[in-house]
């Protein structure tokens, strides 16, 4: 019904950028919520940032002032800009969807995960 597709991760040294970007397609009336969580190896999944339909933001306090998000309603569609990156930010991200349907219910969708790998 709905799906999300991630893009953007990858290999970079410390201290670079990266850009993700999840799309959401398919059968819906309108995307509420939205936000980025990441899980590294050993560790529980994590909220990363989050950011309202109204465009308010929220974030972790280990990424404040490094990562920003966005979110364009035209292209249904969430970025994270990652700045400053540290070996720490090594993790999968996902981003996750409040989705309100044609008939208003309400669901949570997640997408694939992308890795990001911060190492010199």
């Known amino acids: 019904q709905v799906q999300l597709v991630e893009s953007g991760g990858g290999l970079v040294q410390p201290g670079g950028s990266l850009r993700l970007s999840c799309a959401a397609s398919?059968?819906?009336?309108?995307?509420?919520?939205m936000a980025w969580y990441r899980q590294a190896p050993g560790k529980q999944r994590e909220v990363v940032a989050t950011v309202t339909r109204g465009y308010r933001t929220d974030y972790a306090d280990s990424v404040k002032g490094r990562f920003t998000i966005s979110r364009d309603n035209a292209k249904n569609t969430v970025y994270l800009q990652m700045n400053s990156l540290k070996p720490e930010d090594t993790a999968v991200y996902y981003c996750?969807?409040?989705?309100?349907?044609?008939?208003?219910?309400?669901?949570?969708?997640w997408g694939q995960g992308t890795q990001v790998t911060v190492s010199s």
């Open positions: 996750k969807t409040e989705v309100l349907s044609p008939v208003f219910s309400r669901t949570d969708y």
């Open positions: 398919g059968r819906f009336f309108r995307i509420d919520d």
